[in-house]
């Protein structure tokens, strides 16, 4: 059972180009959570997905960030028009439906993002 | 203010110390998570309490509800141990974390 998949796993990017982000979840998790870890800071809470749906993106930007799980493929984070502010690493962190009240996640291995 | 305080940020012990990582939190809760990451790696989830006390091989965790803290310790510690370790509390409304800054060990041989 493969655990969470990310890619890639680094990525660079000239200012005002678009990142796409993969994160394909655990077999049987239903659930998708994506986290933004800047430089020297923690990790900061994005988007919460199920397939198809969003449930919550209070921590996403407003502008240029967006986030889906469609009912086939993997869940991708998009963001257009990146500026050097955007580098970080993404992680992507899945959950079985039967775990969601304590938060028990699985997380990838990261996607960092370079912006030149 | 952060929702979840950790300390020390930096930690470096020699080989063989028993070491203790706090983290205290402001928010209510429904579990309280330790991770484990690597320099440039992924995160690994070490630990995952809503009462009392568990223990996996020489890591122990702790949590006192009443106090909003828990505690890590690493008996023996060895340079393997060395990772940023990071306190996440899963809030018992909205279904969402909030992460420590975390602590960087470094223990040398």
């Known amino acids: 059972n493969a655990g969470v998949m990310q890619n890639p796993r680094h990525l660079v990017r000239r200012r005002g180009q678009e990142a796409r982000l993969r994160c394909s979840p655990m077999k049987g998790h239903s659930h998708v959570y994506w986290y933004r870890q800047l430089p020297e800071e923690g990790l900061k809470f994005m988007v919460y997905?199920?397939?198809?749906?969003?449930?919550?993106e209070s921590g996403m930007p407003k502008e240029r960030f967006s986030a889906e799980f469609p009912k086939e493929g993997p869940s991708i984070l998009r963001i257009q028009q990146v500026v050097r502010g955007d580098s970080a690493a993404y992680f992507c962190a899945s959950s079985p439906p039967d775990r969601t009240n304590t938060g028990e996640l699985f997380f990838g291995e990261g996607s960092r993002l370079t912006v030149l | 203010k952060n929702e979840v305080e950790q300390s020390p940020q930096n930690l470096t012990a020699q080989e063989g110390e028993f070491i203790t990582i706090n983290c205290s939190y402001s928010v209510g809760i429904s579990a309280l998570h330790w991770l484990q990451q690597h320099p440039g790696g992924g995160i690994v989830s070490l630990f995952m309490?809503?009462?009392g006390k568990k223990k996996h091989g020489r890591l122990i965790a702790t949590i006192n509800i009443q106090e909003k803290h828990s505690s890590q310790h690493i008996t023996a510690s060895h340079p393997r141990d060395s990772a940023v370790y990071i306190c996440a509390a899963f809030s018992n409304t909205g279904n969402q974390f909030y992460f420590g800054t975390g602590t960087s060990l470094t223990v040398i041989p």
């Open positions: 309490l809503s009462s």
């Open positions: 997905l199920q397939k198809e749906n969003i449930i919550d």
